[in-house]
């Protein structure tokens, strides 16, 4: 359906060039007109209009409380594409910004990360300049495409961490170029459109996150005044970013279904595609607790720089880790004499440390993430089971 989508929009492309050529018109002739009618804010809306369909796809909940929940996540979705495609949305003034955080979420947004992305071009070269201070991990990643296009996110090149050369002082420069370029060369290809940044905190109240800034290499000290080409495109590109993300996910969640309760290892190529991390190896799944029941997962962690679980509300949004308890990592669990660890999700507190709770939430996602596996190693599926909270305490007693 999505491809079909945009093989459409391509079509429709096509001949609207045709038509313009044998008018006479230009295409800039076309996009004044768009924006002094108003008909690029009413397709702006129109597409708006169409991703609340992602609300209602097959397996999604329909009860209140879940579908109030969607709708503030197209609004935060919005709210992320408006900024991300008009307020900074001019890939010759890049502006580095965080996307995903504490009010707008998608995709299993990591509590454990603070996301920052820019807009930019293959058409310019970039300086990222910065410090690196203490944060467990820090990844550069340029990316081809968007969620608003039909190729998704293409992983274009990355510097991870201990590759990252930095001066004693701690301070680091990026050069984002086509051509290897300084200590620390971030590959991008005609079609790079978004660089991304992940920090990682592995204990987030001892450490501090990187400082940086993105500059475009060709000296520009302030951007150029908005034209009706940029709001055109950018409205186009923000809609399209929120019917396309909004779709994307509730596809998956409705395939998480197939495995309630469960944690599979989630196809690579497709968490790629998605802009997902490749020295991660994911778990996602679909849970789903009645109000005496609690979610007992198991595993011995393998060699790896760090993991984390986290749970989320049906739309992928992770839940409102300000204020609750719904993630876990290497650093702040607690482990069994063997090394294994054991984590439990239920509505009420069941009196063991690495204790997840479910906000009020009767059913959602949920991802069990490994990090950057070490040499020869290989992943580990946790092990998972329902059991009546009860008759779990009555056992942990004994």
């Not at 990360?113 to 293959?122: E, H, M, R, T």
């Not at 608003?148 to 090149?157: F, H, N, Q, R």
Request: aromatic share 10%; glycine share 8%; hydrophobic share 35%.
């Amino acid at each position: 359906m999505r491809k079909l989508l945009f093989t459409f929009l391509k079509v429709l492309k096509f001949f609207r060039k045709i038509g313009l050529k044998m008018s006479g018109k230009h295409e800039g002739d076309l996009i004044n007109q768009r924006i002094v009618s108003g008909k690029a804010w009413e397709d702006f809306c129109d597409q708006l209009k169409l991703a609340g369909s992602s609300l209602l796809y097959p397996g999604a909940p329909g009860d209140p409380f879940q579908q109030a929940e969607g709708l503030r996540y197209l609004s935060r979705l919005t709210r992320g594409g408006l900024e991300a495609f008009i307020e900074y949305g001019d890939p010759s003034y890049p502006v580095l910004r965080r996307t995903a955080h504490e009010t707008i979420k998608m995709g299993a947004d990591n509590p454990d990360n603070i996301y920052l992305n820019a807009q930019i071009s293959g058409q310019f070269e970039y300086r990222i300049t910065g410090k690196r201070n203490t944060i467990d991990y820090v990844g550069f990643f340029t990316q081809n495409g968007n969620y608003g296009t039909s190729g998704g996110l293409a992983p274009c090149g990355k510097i991870e961490n201990n590759q990252l050369v930095c001066e004693p002082d701690g301070s680091f420069e990026v050069i984002l170029s086509k051509s290897p370029k300084g200590k620390n060369w971030l590959k991008m290809e005609e079609e790079t459109s978004m660089v991304m940044v992940r920090q990682t905190f592995l204990e987030r109240k001892k450490e501090i996150a990187a400082e940086m800034r993105i500059d475009n290499l060709n000296g520009k000290k302030a951007p150029d005044p908005i034209t009706p080409a940029q709001v055109d495109e950018g409205l186009k590109t923000a809609s399209m970013f929120v019917a396309g993300a909004s779709l994307l996910f509730s596809r998956w969640a409705k395939g998480f279904q197939q495995h309630t309760n469960k944690l599979p290892q989630f196809d690579p190529a497709v968490s790629d595609a998605a802009g997902g991390d490749a020295s991660i190896i994911y778990y996602h799944s679909h849970w789903k607790l009645a109000p005496d029941e609690a979610l007992i997962i198991e595993v011995k962690p393998p060699e790896c720089d760090t993991w984390n679980f986290q749970l989320n509300n049906y739309w992928m949004e992770s839940l409102d880790y300000r204020y609750f308890n719904i993630c876990i990592n290497k650093a702040g669990a607690a482990y069994e004499k063997d090394g294994s660890v054991t984590v439990v999700v239920s509505h009420q507190d069941p009196g063991h440390p690495n204790w997840i709770e479910t906000c009020g939430h009767t059913e959602g996602t949920m991802c069990w993430r490994w990090y950057r596996m070490k040499p020869g190693v290989l992943p580990v599926e946790p092990g998972c089971h329902v059991v009546k909270i009860k008759d779990w305490k009555d056992r942990e007693k004994r």
